[in-house]
């Protein structure tokens, strides 16, 4: 039977995140934490003990992934209440999005143990940060379904959502995947395709759904690598936000009577849904006019 030591001496749960790609956007501070560390917990123990070996690091590893989380939880926890501190690093980028170690997590903190991020490499955030699409507000969800019928009726009940959406894609289905965000969005809704992110062959395709289909199919590489989907939230029109459910004019005209601009139109994006800077642009055009 495990005895729980003192808070003080029990070991903490690092989450660190590795490269998405270039090695170099590894961390000082995640080097130095995988290199304290007593165990390490990977997804994938020789995609993890390669990075390791270009560290120059050699710690025990403990393979943690989506089919035998539940099982390994126990054991990890184990070494933490007895003092060692243990990092979890996923196969690429930040673990748990949309990589395993939530339930090590959750248990973890259930049993009042100290987790701690080494923040790092993040796939979604790194391609949203160069798509030049709206970041006020964005949703993402992981992986699409891989049948065509579960995919449409996944996009469908997403197609009035106003904040940007964000997916992850595998390369065998991408063409797919746009072709059914055509299907149910339109072809002129606005899509950015993330491709290699990081790596040598890094790649943005933007535009219309029906242009970046296009670009796809031209492009020989087209359907290699991994893919973050970038879609533009719905407009008001879209998302039912017509005449005679929801006047944001008169919205916003109300608020900025009794607020500063920038404050009427964080309040009215959260109410309508509608982007903020759209709506703030919106509010300065209507004191200029």
């Known amino acids: 039977m495990q005895i729980k030591k003192p808070v003080d001496q029990q070991g903490t749960l690092y989450i660190v995140a590795t490269p998405i790609g270039n090695l170099e956007d590894l961390s000082p501070r995640a080097v130095r934490v995988l290199s304290d560390v007593a165990v390490i917990a990977a997804e994938d123990t020789r995609h993890s003990g390669r990075l390791l070996q270009h560290l120059g690091i050699s710690k025990p590893l403990i393979a943690l992934h989506d089919h035998n989380e539940r099982g390994r939880v126990q054991g990890i926890l184990d070494h933490l209440l007895a003092g060692a501190d243990v990092a979890l690093v996923s196969d690429a980028g930040t673990p748990l999005i949309s990589d395993p170690g939530y339930v090590l997590v959750r248990e973890a903190r259930a049993e009042g143990l100290r987790v701690t991020p080494v923040p790092g490499p993040c796939a979604l955030i790194a391609a949203l940060s160069a798509a030049g699409l709206p970041t006020d507000r964005f949703l993402f969800s ?148």
Do not use: C, W
């Open 142 to 289: 992981g992986f699409l379904p891989a049948k065509r019928s579960g995919r449409r009726a996944a996009l469908e009940a997403l197609r009035k959502e106003t904040a940007t959406l964000v997916f992850y894609e595998s390369p065998h289905r991408i063409v797919d995947t746009v072709m059914d965000i055509a299907a149910v969005m339109g072809e002129a809704r606005e899509v950015v395709l993330g491709r290699e992110i990081t790596k040598t062959f890094e790649t943005f395709y933007s535009g219309a759904v029906a242009e970046v289909h296009a670009a796809l199919l031209e492009d020989p590489h087209g359907n290699r690598g991994e893919f973050v989907v970038m879609v533009r939230g719905a407009d008001k029109s879209e998302a039912g936000l017509v005449a005679g459910e929801l006047d944001v004019d008169r919205l916003l005209g109300l608020l900025m009577a009794e607020l500063p601009t920038r404050k009427a139109a964080k309040i009215a994006a959260e109410l309508t849904g509608l982007s903020k800077n759209e709506l703030y642009q919106r509010a300065l055009d209507f004191k200029a006019g």
